[in-house]
């Protein structure tokens, strides 16, 4: 079945450097890409996602890279501030009967004031 | 305003009493679904749903029961908890297809 495989599991970055997580993933027929953030105590929160006719998106800070012949995709922060600081996911997107999305373990991302 | 109610926020019990928690969207997804998260392992399905009356099992789903009786509402039931369900739950709706998955705020389940 589906596998997602991300990394590192956890990050911590100086405020104002960059920081990047990555996904792998095993299923070839996977079409979608959202990342998520979740801060403590909350839910996880859509931040950004692609399709697999993208290759990159951006919106301010943050952008997705999506290679689909490696079949990995990565998150890209910019400029990080503290309040990014939660933890990441990523997940991967089958349709068909199994119409189902997969997660990655997480990336606990700390940015240092 | 869009978005997916759970409930309750928290609860403590103990073993073997019956509990539902409720889970409610007001976006008319087809898709919905239950997750446990716990650290390190991050987000496991339990069970999901494509419409109503059709249900099935995600992941993790043994000690656990849903229905989809209205196409809003997905409770998760546990029958006799244990302990080892002692975990942070949330409960998430999404159209079918490629679509965002919207989350509610989660419950926080002890079991004693």
């Known amino acids: 079945g589906e596998n997602v495989e991300q990394h590192p599991s956890t990050l911590s970055v100086q405020e104002g450097d960059s920081a990047v997580i990555k996904c792998t993933y095993s299923d070839s027929a996977s079409n979608y890409f959202p990342w998520y953030k979740q801060e403590l105590g909350k839910r996880p929160q859509l931040i950004i996602d692609?399709?697999?006719?993208?290759g990159e998106k951006k919106d301010q800070r943050i952008a997705v890279t999506l290679n689909k012949t490696a079949k990995h995709f990565s998150l890209h922060i910019t400029e990080t501030q503290p309040e990014d600081s939660a933890v990441y996911f990523c997940a991967a997107f089958r349709g068909g009967a199994t119409n189902k999305l997969i997660f990655g373990t997480g990336t606990l991302l700390a940015v240092q004031p | 305003e869009a978005q997916v109610t759970q409930n309750p926020r928290y609860l403590i019990t103990v073993t073997g009493k019956k509990l539902t928690v409720t889970c409610s969207q007001n976006m008319n997804h087809e898709y919905m679904s239950w997750y446990r998260q716990d650290p390190g392992l991050g987000l496991r399905q339990i069970y999901y749903?494509?419409?109503?009356?059709?249900?099935d099992k995600g992941d993790v789903p043994e000690g656990y029961k849903v229905s989809r009786k209205e196409k809003r509402n997905f409770p998760l039931i546990l029958e006799s908890p244990s302990p080892n369900q002692t975990s942070l739950y949330f409960c998430a709706s999404r159209p079918i297809g490629n679509q965002p998955q919207h989350f509610g705020d989660g419950t926080r389940l002890s079991i004693l």
């Open positions: 692609i399709r697999s006719n993208v």
């Open positions: 749903s494509m419409n109503v009356e059709v249900t």
